[in-house]
């Protein structure tokens, strides 16, 4: 006859749906940092586009690499892709 204590099995679930809410909480915000990161990358893109800048362009006017500009556009979080995310901006008309 097995005994079940009731306060330590409540304690148990209470916890496992503490994690879940934690787990799913940071899958959603991880799913909303990947679609503001695309939609990022595809203004960028499409101003660059439009204005008919490469990124091998781009980098050249920024004094920097391609490799950065593509990680800038991507929406990668550095302070130096920021600061060229804010430059690429300007150079594309490119508003908030």
Same mark, same amino acid.
């Given at each position: 006859? &097995?005994?079940? +204590?009731?306060?330590?099995?409540?304690? @148990?679930?209470?916890? @496992?749906?503490?994690?879940?809410?934690?787990?799913?909480?940071?899958? !959603?915000?991880?799913?909303?940092?990947?679609? +503001?990161?695309?939609?990022?990358?595809?203004?960028?893109?499409?101003?660059?586009?439009?204005?008919?800048? +490469?990124?091998?362009?781009?980098?050249?006017?920024?004094?920097?690499?391609?490799?950065?500009? +593509?990680?800038?556009?991507?929406?990668?979080? &550095?302070? !130096?892709?920021?600061? @060229?995310?804010?430059? !690429?901006?300007?150079?594309?008309?490119?508003?908030?």
């Amino acid at each position: 006859m &097995s005994y079940v +204590n009731y306060r330590q099995l409540s304690k @148990l679930m209470q916890e @496992l749906d503490e994690e879940i809410t934690k787990k799913k909480v940071k899958w !959603m915000f991880d799913q909303s940092l990947e679609e +503001n990161a695309k939609k990022c990358e595809i203004r960028f893109k499409v101003a660059l586009l439009e204005h008919q800048i +490469n990124q091998r362009e781009m980098a050249t006017k920024l004094g920097t690499g391609p490799q950065q500009i +593509n990680r800038a556009i991507k929406g990668d979080t &550095s302070p !130096m892709s920021k600061k @060229l995310r804010k430059k !690429m901006q300007k150079i594309l008309g490119i508003t908030d």
